[in-house]
């Protein structure tokens, strides 16, 4: 079976169509590249061929290029592999742009169109953009663009040398850089595209029996060509790859290699002819792919992520679709889980205690849909049809038929098992219980269900309806169907799932508490609180620690503190954090919620920088530590609580340790995650860093046994537990 076919009509049109066996999108390999340039070559020396149509036999166009593949030409081939394979794909679309014309009259070539269903992505963007004309159905599901940036890679077939020759650098820099992705419509608005038609394949096929010579030319193939916006010693040109050079380094921090590497590619690539600019480009994304950032991030983000999603530790047990869903409590949370909900086709029942706070949980769904309609990403029929799925109200019986409840009230055992008495007197005998808690031990929950067989706990993160991740918790007595109906729930609702055992503060929690009490910390010491937040963000953290307890509120980790510390008594360890939270707390400064805390926030909620009150109180020491120590302090402080996760059995895998730290509180992407980084930094190392922090900093820096044991044996993680192998 191929991935390509071509048929070729009386006229003289040559379809060809893309259509990969097995896969419900397309996706290039090495082998269908190939058999495209066969194709190709056949049809342009076919003199009965008049022009050529490329389009999909699917509903969309292509998802991009399969990056195992990528991945499979630097592992075999080095980066002289990875180089050799980029030529040849270059090579191959040079071949479908120039279409047989004479190189130097540019006259007697075929008109090549390119037909897009749906969605186009990646390398299913780039090759169009090597055809003389793109046609788009108007299909408002469609997205187009050049994602690969959020992967960790640049666009290397072609696309970003195309895209900026087109738009120019200033033009080209929001799908290049930030992977933007648009309906054809906006595709066509900002240049991306030529046509949006009813039918692709008939606008196209017309299309290439009419071009003329000159419609074949692309614009940096005439003579004179000047680059849109300026070359990069042009006046203008100038400007904007100054600009351009300062913005990536302030959203990167320079610690994302591809960023940089496509901005050096378009740079470079701009003062050369066209076909050095393309080698140019592949030679920047053989840098980045050989670069260990790069293989973290598509296999962590990519590879992993995708496998999560797909089920891969799903225990064997039979669907577990839901289609009726309770959900105990209307605030924040049980609203948002809510609306995913309804969003994704599944009947809801919305309880709370009172009448007008169901209601009120129910119109949070409906600011979300006012919000897309005025933002024309929803219409007033779908706003209808998802506020139709949910049932708002305080009646228990109306949980009957429910075949999955999830509980959002309090974190309090009491009223949690309260609540859960009174759902399992009315719910299916089969159905499912989840408890969404972020601290609160699932196994001891339990202990108020009649099936702590069917009990699990499900915790989101907030805002629910922006955040990826989904952590299930399973308790002692927790049964296999009930992990499979968690994540089957939560593949549903299009989140990613990381399963883990019960413990104290589960995974996530348990490796953030600890950064942000290590940022609290130095605070407490006088080291610059300026310093510290732009240590981590140096280091790819979203947010400094200080900023994040703001946004988490200050005095949760009051209340996160004192029940942590009534549990571990005289082993508890952050008594000097305890000191600065709470009189932060008795300061009335809770975070941005009171518009006061680490920071200062004018009236309307805008962070106005870091709150002078802390140098009063904390004065800043006289010598301040290196960036690498605080650094040091911020990563370890994280990373060796996955480590112990992983050894203490909460974690199973370790793709789901990183996964989950990069979607769930913003682990350093740049890194692949807490693993991924250490394997880049070798055990060995990262054993001498902890040895060095213990010394200075204490015994919560004091590398885990499995951490010595894996520098004195010489291992990585990857290679260790890596593919899913369960801890040893």
């Not at 870091?610 to 800043?620: F, S």
């Not at 200075?696 to 899913?724: S, T």
Request: aromatic share 6%.
């Amino acid at each position: 079976m191929t991935d390509f076919t071509m048929q070729k009509d009386a006229e003289g049109v040559a379809i060809i169509t893309w259509d990969v066996p097995g896969k419900s999108m397309n996706v290039l390999s090495l082998e269908g590249a190939a058999e495209l340039d066969a194709l190709i070559g056949d049809a342009l020396a076919d003199e009965a061929v008049k022009g050529i149509v490329i389009t999909s036999g699917k509903k969309d166009f292509a998802a991009g290029m399969d990056l195992n593949v990528i991945a499979g030409m630097r592992d075999n081939g080095g980066a002289q592999g990875v180089f050799d394979g980029i030529m040849s794909l270059h090579h191959s679309l040079r071949k479908i742009e120039r279409a047989g014309m004479d190189p130097k009259t540019l006259k007697g070539g075929k008109p090549i169109a390119s037909a897009l269903p749906g969605t186009a992505l990646g390398i299913g963007l780039e090759l169009p953009l090597a055809t003389h004309r793109i046609f788009a159905a108007d299909n408002p599901k469609a997205r187009i663009g050049l994602p690969e940036i959020m992967v960790g890679i640049f666009p290397g077939g072609g696309g970003t040398i195309r895209l900026s020759r087109k738009l120019g650098a200033m033009g080209a820099a929001p799908f290049l850089l930030e992977g933007k992705l648009s309906d054809p419509k906006k595709a066509k608005a900002a240049g991306l595209i030529d046509e949006v038609v009813a039918d692709p394949v008939a606008s196209a096929r017309e299309w290439v029996l009419n071009a003329s010579d000159a419609d074949l030319v692309k614009p940096w193939d005439q003579k004179g060509y000047k680059m849109p916006g300026g070359e990069p010693f042009h006046p203008a040109g100038f400007m904007t790859f100054v600009g351009a050079s300062a913005m990536v380094h302030g959203k990167t921090m320079g610690v994302y290699p591809a960023a940089r590497a496509l901005l050096s590619a378009v740079y470079e690539g701009a003062q050369v002819p066209f076909d050095q600019a393309l080698k140019i480009e592949a030679r920047w994304f053989t840098n980045v792919l050989m670069n260990p950032s790069s293989t973290a991030m598509i296999r962590s983000l990519f590879i992993n992520k995708e496998a999560l999603e797909k089920g891969a530790n799903r225990p064997d047990a039979p669907d577990q679709k839901v289609a009726r869903v309770g959900i105990l409590g209307a605030g924040m949370m049980g609203a948002g889980i809510a609306y995913v909900s309804a969003m994704a086709g599944i009947q809801v029942v919305l309880i709370d205690a009172k009448q007008d706070a169901a209601e009120k949980g129910k119109a949070y769904s409906e600011t979300l849909l006012d919000k897309a309609i005025s933002r024309k990403k929803s219409t007033e029929e779908k706003k209808a049809e998802v506020l139709g799925r949910i049932t708002a109200t305080t009646d228990y019986a109306a949980l009957e038929g429910c075949d999955l409840i999830v509980e959002a009230v309090f974190e309090d055992p009491g009223v949690k098992a309260d609540v859960t008495a009174k759902a399992e007197a009315v719910i299916p005998q089969d159905a499912i219980f989840a408890t969404n808690t972020s601290t609160l031990p699932i196994s001891d929950l339990a202990r108020a269900s009649a099936r702590p067989d069917q009990f699990i706990g499900i915790h989101f993160f907030s805002p629910v309806d922006k955040m990826l991740l989904v952590e299930i918790i399973k308790g002692r007595e927790t049964g296999p169907r009930a992990v499979a109906k968690a994540l089957d729930f939560v593949r549903q609702i299009r989140k990613t799932p990381i399963v883990v055992n019960d413990a104290r503060f589960f995974y996530a929690n348990r490796c953030i508490i600890p950064y942000i009490n290590e940022g609290v910390r130095m605070v407490a010491e006088g080291v610059n609180p300026t310093l510290v937040e732009n240590a981590a963000k140096m280091m790819g953290m979203p947010l400094g620690p200080l900023q994040l307890v703001d946004e988490t509120s200050i005095d949760l980790g009051v209340k996160v503190a004192k029940a942590t510390k009534a549990a571990m008594g005289d082993a508890y360890p952050d008594g000097t954090v305890d000191e600065v939270l709470f009189w932060m707390a008795d300061e009335g400064r809770l975070g941005r919620k009171a518009n006061a805390g680490f920071y200062a926030y004018d009236d309307k909620g805008k962070r106005q920088g870091l709150w002078e009150g802390l140098d009063a109180k904390y004065p800043r020491a006289g010598d301040q530590p290196d960036l690498h120590d605080i650094q040091h302090r911020l990563m370890f402080a994280q990373t060796l609580e996955a480590v112990r996760a992983l050894e203490d059995g909460v974690l199973e895998d370790i793709r789901e340790g990183d996964v989950g730290a990069i979607l769930g509180w913003g682990f350093a992407p740049w890194s692949g995650g807490p693993f991924a980084w250490l394997d880049m930094l070798g055990a060995a190392r990262a054993v001498e860093i902890c040895d060095r922090l213990t010394a200075a900093h204490g015994e919560r820096f004091a590398a885990p046994a499995l951490l010595r044991e894996m520098a004195a044996k010489g291992q990585g993680f990857y290679e260790r537990f890596g593919a899913g192998k369960q801890a040893a």
